[in-house]
């Protein structure tokens, strides 16, 4: 890979969450480290993992760990506030999530061609059905209540970009500038829901939320 390339692709913070689990993170790890992307970084946030320093040391990732458990809301911003400044964007990813070689560069793609986009979510395919899709936000009901693409098939959204109303931050890239404008998600959710308001925050500032 060209000394240019290298020097031309935005840089990428990868902010993974993990709590009291070593099996799902390591697994995590391994395919994140196939990325075929030139510049990125990673970063872990940690809850009550026992030895977790262990697995710091032989994946070399930078290690943000915590006794008590912070809940993943404020584990995003805590890996927010320790990127590197030359970020341009930041990807959050779950520690039970496997990704593709060519993941990260997709998503960058989409956020480099369309500015518009604030915030673009994966497609995650599930486990067990990995023909079907897992969880991302359509719309909201009255109660919040995502109504989901869970369950929809693969070829349903092969190669295209869909608008929704919030991403999941199982696996989720947003723009530097939009999260500190934004202040980020809100520790008061502690789990669940937060993606739906900082999305919903995003589109308020006239931002699309977007499935890759």
Not at 30 to 47: A, F, G, I, M
Not at 89 to 118: A, C, H, P, R
Not at 119 to 147: E, F, M, N, R
Request: proline letters at 2%; glycine letters at 4%; aromatic letters at 12%.
């Amino acid at each position: 890979m060209s000394d240019y390339f290298q020097t031309n692709m935005p840089y990428v913070s990868i902010v993974i969450v993990n709590a009291r689990n070593v099996k799902n993170l390591e697994s995590c790890l391994k395919s994140v480290y196939k990325t075929q992307y030139p510049n990125y970084e990673v970063l872990v946030v940690d809850c009550q993992t026992p030895k977790i320093e262990k697995l710091a040391v032989r994946y070399n990732f930078r290690l943000i760990s915590f006794k008590n458990d912070v809940g993943p809301a404020k584990s995003h911003n805590i890996g927010f506030k320790n990127i590197s400044l030359n970020s341009k964007y930041v990807v959050f990813l779950d520690n039970d999530v496997k990704v593709t070689q060519y993941w990260l560069g997709k998503l960058v793609n989409v956020m480099e061609n369309d500015k518009s986009i604030g915030i673009a979510q994966a497609c995650i395919l599930q486990y067990d059905y990995p023909d079907k899709l897992d969880h991302s936000c359509l719309s909201i009901d009255l109660l919040g209540t995502w109504i989901s693409t869970y369950g929809l098939k693969q070829n349903s959204i092969d190669n295209r970009i869909i608008e929704i109303f919030a991403a999941s931050s199982a696996a989720c890239i947003t723009r530097r500038n939009i999260y500190e404008i934004t202040g980020g998600f809100d520790d008061d959710y502690f789990i669940y829901d937060d993606d739906t308001d900082y999305s919903w925050r995003i589109r308020l500032l006239g931002y699309k939320v977007v499935l890759v």
